[in-house]
């Protein structure tokens, strides 16, 4: 069914391309695109906007164990790939070169003489880990090859790393352990029930690993496991009302955990549990905002933790003696990420992403207070200063309910009132951020569009309240703050409350469809990126390890009033409402979202008479990762907004 459906998606590009004849050199999609609906977009549209398809990232993997150097993710081709950074502002010497996107990175801790690093296969996220020897420059596959393997951690000796798999049943994460110089050394540790697990720490004699239990966004648990015999007891057993727990490690003695955690407060405080009397005290009682990521020195004298105010990442510094904190020189202005202590226990690496910075490593001398640039990412030749600053905006929902999101306006010389975008964050338990916006500026400064990315009720970064307000049958409410937010655009004076798009990707591509459905008279055109259509046909047919994990945020299908009203109110089964263009973009390998989510919308709406333009890539999951996809969706995006916004 699959192959003839491609079949016949390539039969009508093709004769689509063969109709129009056009005379000037256009941008044929290369063979791992279908385009279907999209017309030929001229050549010169690539030079066009060649500068906003050219900037780079780079961000921080792992320290070196033994000397002041760094791996680094950055990309020099079409995927991002690991590099050797020997020193602030050094060359980058690129290690792996492949075709996929590789993930993760850890040195051996010891030595350094190998690392081991994270790879999948078009898009599917069935992760596999690999070896990569310094000495040689030799790869070896460490896993099977078929499973997804995930959250690997090192011992403090160095000689095993805990990490989980789904090979059992290719749906729970049980726990296993490897010698990656040995590969044959794998071996089962502990049998897990869900997806939802993930490794967190070695104690310090190596004899106890400790596991975080992710429920959902406001419930998770933390167990102890005895690494001789895989057996687990609670760290903080079931019962009362759920908490929240993050980053969570081990102290320095072994008799306690630091932790992220959201117990008794409304915001993720850092906070440390006694193992032995199960005490919890709340380092950071007087905090209003959550507590991202921590990590502690290796001597445990000192931790690192970021601190999320209001999208503003905030570095600060603890003594673990006294519980206070210490002077910590702050980084310009965006958002933090990879806090990591050297085993010096004196540097501290982060990854920076500002408005006008794509993702940069920085340093911090903990000791001294200097901060160094480790990388300067480029823009394409883009100057930054030319860049809009996002700036933030507020309005009051259908319900009073007061909700925020950021506004990036176009240059002054645009005048009149300007078109919108509205690009909603995926998740949906994530939070849009003033940070850089990649291809995303072109609207911005080139088209004279206004950029809005909202952070609607269920956004994390505002409380555990707040993140559960669109759980099970209050799905719709979120729905209307994107409602409320046209009442709000339409009130502005520089903003064009007739010329409005909506886009989104993940859950924002699902919300794209929902707001197609329900405001569909108000929008010019929508633009889902593996946006699921029917959360009901999404939930029975995401990879297994991750359907009760969804089922806690969306509702389970299973049950027949819950059933009853994901259908009523699911964009798939509303379509008769959709009467303005659509362009769908989808990878065909995507294990949240599946294809079919995309083609089920393609189909009606089309069959209704509206213009869909659709995107499939072969070599792809859940969203493009690879540039040459990436830039020719960007190029048909530039010319679905000046068809149908802009006009």
Known sequence: MLASRLATLFLLGALAAHAQQPSAPVIAPNDNLVAEGIPPIPASLAEE????????????????????????????????QVHLLKAPMGARSQLTFFPERVGGALWQPTQGDYFIFSKDVGGGEWFQYYRYDLDTGAITLLTDGASRNTGAIWSHKGDRVAYHSTRRNRKDGDLYLMDPRQPATDRLLAPLEGGGWEVADWSPDDSQLLLQEYVSVN???????????????????????????????????????????????????????????????????????????????????????????????????????????????????????????????????????GSRTPGDVYTVDTRSGKVERWTESELGGIVPAQLMEPQL????????????????????????????????????????????????????????????????????????????????????????????????????????????????????????????????????????????SNLVTFLEHTEAYRRDLRRVEYGDERDPKMRAFLERIAPMNNTGRIRHPVFVVQGLNDPRVPYTEAEQMVRTIRANGAPVWYLLAKNEGHGFSKKPNADYQFYATVQFVREYLLK
């Not at 176009?410 to 939070?431: D, L, M, W």
């Not at 909202?454 to 669109?470: E, H, I, M, Q, Y």
């Open 49 to 80: 906007v060649r500068r906003y398809t050219e900037s780079r990232s780079a961000r921080f993997l792992d320290w070196h164990p033994v000397r002041r150097e760094m791996l680094v993710g950055t990309r020099f081709a079409e995927t991002p």
């Open 219 to 353: 419930e998770s648990y933390l167990w102890l496991v005895d690494v001789a015999t895989g057996s687990k007891r609670p760290v903080t057993p079931r019962g009362g009302p759920p908490v929240a727990y993050g980053d969570a490690r081990f102290s320095h003695d072994g008799k306690g955990l630091w932790v992220t955690a959201d117990r008794d407060a409304e915001f993720k405080h850092l906070g440390y549990i006694d193992l032995a009397s199960g005490r919890f005290d709340d380092v950071t009682r007087t905090l209003r905002w959550d507590v991202d990521a921590l990590d502690l020195s290796r001597d445990g004298s000192r931790i690192a933790f970021l601190v999320n105010e209001a999208g503003i990442s905030r570095l600060h510094l603890l003594d673990t003696a006294t519980r206070r904190e210490l002077p910590v020189p702050q980084l310009p202005v965006g958002h933090l990420a990879g806090v990591r202590f050297h085993p010096n226990g004196q540097d501290l690496a982060l990854t920076y992403v």
């Open 393 to 532: 905006i507020r309005w009051k929902s259908f319900d009073g309910l007061e909700i925020t999101g950021f506004l990036t306006k176009p240059p002054a010389r645009f005048t009149g009132k300007r078109p919108v975008i509205i690009n909603i964050h995926g998740g949906p338990e994530g939070q849009a951020l003033p940070t850089y916006q990649g291809r995303g500026n072109y609207f911005v400064n080139e088209l004279g569009v206004a950029v809005i990315h909202p952070n609607v009720r269920g956004s994390t970064g505002f409380g555990k309240t707040f993140v559960a307000l669109d759980n099970g049958f209050r799905r719709e409410d979120s729905y209307k703050d994107i409602g409320a937010l046209l009442d709000w655009i339409a009130t502005q004076p520089d903003l064009d409350a007739s010329r409005v798009m909506v886009t989104g990707g993940s859950y924002g591509g699902h919300m794209t469809w929902a707001i197609a459905s329900l405001y569909g008279d108000r929008l010019r055109a929508a633009l889902p990126v593996v946006g699921m």
